[in-house]
């Protein structure tokens, strides 16, 4: 069965201490590996897409990495305002579907 | 401004009662979907639709129902028939094979 493990559940990181986000997959034949954040009670928000293996994609403190089985996401030096939770999500040949892990719910502390 | 708009954003359902969840999208997009998000669960595919007057079944559709008449709308009917309906349900919209975005959410809470 397709899967999508994201790790850890829940990360505490002081302000200005670098860290990454794992999302893993068992999807055979990807079609595009998505990372969202969420705010409490919002829509997820997209941020980025990767295609495949050795794709690099950044935004601010973001950036997110592609290997052939797994995902980062790396938050350099994360501020308060990036603390929210991250959703993984892929999408696989033959479909427009998409399938979400479960989320980082990231805080950061001053 | 363009987007996906979700109404309403809070809704209130009493048992044995069907209610309707609203979306709308100006982008022109071909494709729509409807997720609901449970705590601890992620997002799961409840129905789908990439093109007018067509949509199929996600992960949970037992106790749902859809309508794609107008490309720009995705309505969501919770029937009666949906045991557990409370949750926060997620529209979302894409070209085919592109990024999906979402909507803002409502929540459906069961009195």
């Known amino acids: 069965e397709d899967q999508v493990t994201q790790s850890p559940e829940a990360l505490r990181l002081q302000e200005g201490e670098s860290s990454s986000l794992n999302c893993s997959y068992t999807?055979?034949?990807?079609?595009?590996l998505f990372w969202y954040r969420q705010d409490p009670g919002k829509g997820p928000e997209f941020l980025f897409t990767l295609y495949s293996a050795g794709e690099e994609k950044e935004k601010e403190r973001l950036k997110a990495t592609l290997t052939k089985k797994e995902s980062f996401l790396h938050i350099t030096a994360p501020k308060p305002e990036d603390s929210a939770t991250y959703l993984c999500?892929?999408?696989?040949?033959?479909?427009?579907?998409?399938?979400f892990g479960t989320g980082t719910r990231l805080q950061v502390f001053p | 401004d363009g987007g996906i708009t979700q109404s309403p954003k809070y809704l209130f359902r009493k048992e044995g009662q069907n209610v309707t969840l609203s979306c709308e999208q100006n982008l022109n997009h071909d494709a729509m979907y409807w997720y609901r998000q449970d705590p601890g669960q992620g997002l799961r595919l409840i129905y789908y639709s990439q093109i007018v007057n067509d949509f199929q079944k996600g992960d949970i559709a037992e106790g749902y129902s859809v309508s794609r008449e107008k490309k720009e709308s995705f309505p969501l009917t919770v029937t009666s028939a949906q045991k557990n309906p409370t949750a926060f349900y997620l529209c979302?919209?894409?070209?085919?094979?592109?990024?999906?975005?979402f909507g803002e959410g409502s929540w459906l809470t069961v009195v």
């Open positions: 979302a919209s894409s070209e085919s094979g592109n990024t999906i975005y």
């Open positions: 999807v055979s034949g990807l079609r595009g």
């Open positions: 999500a892929v999408r696989w040949y033959n479909t427009d579907k998409l399938i």
